[in-house]
C-alpha cells in the first residue's frame, strides 16, 4: 500500500460494546477493559484495583477521536486538526501518526 493509499483510509472507532467513551468538559473519556498478562492478574486477584482503564484525552486527541467516525480519511483528519490548532501542533501529520497508531495498537479503532 502506497503512502498516498493509506492517507485515504478511514480510521472509525471500535463497535466493541465494551469499549465506552463520553464527554466531559469537552474532553474525551475513553473507558475499556484492562489486558491482564499472566503475572498482572495474578497481582490484581491478590491486592484489588479498577478492572477497566479510564483513559481521558486532551484537547487534540480529543478533536482527532471525534473525527475517527469512518466518514474521514486519514487526510481528512490532517487537515482539520492542522486547520484548527495551526501551529500549536505543527506537524499535524505526525501528531494524528502517532495518536492513530497508539488508537490502532489499544484496539480502539480500525482502519477502513
Avoid at 499472566?38 to 486527541?61: A, M, S
Avoid at 501529520?93 to 490502532?104: D, G, N, P, T
Amino acid at each position: 500500500m502506497t503512502k498516498k493509499e493509506l492517507l485515504l483510509k478511514k480510521p472509525v472507532r471500535s463497535t466493541d460494546e465494551n469499549i465506552q467513551w463520553e464527554y466531559e468538559n469537552d474532553i474525551v473519556i475513553i473507558t475499556y477493559p484492562k489486558n491482564f498478562g499472566k503475572l498482572e492478574k495474578w497481582l490484581h486477584d491478590r491486592i484489588g484495583g479498577p478492572e477497566e482503564v479510564r483513559r481521558p484525552l486532551d484537547r487534540y486527541t480529543s478533536h482527532i477521536w471525534k473525527l475517527c467516525d469512518g466518514e474521514n480519511s486519514i487526510l481528512d483528519i490532517i487537515a482539520e486538526f492542522d486547520k484548527k490548532f495551526g501551529e500549536e501542533v505543527t506537524p499535524a501529520i505526525e501528531r494524528v501518526q502517532l495518536f492513530l497508531e497508539k488508537l490502532l495498537e489499544l484496539r480502539l479503532i480500525t482502519i477502513k
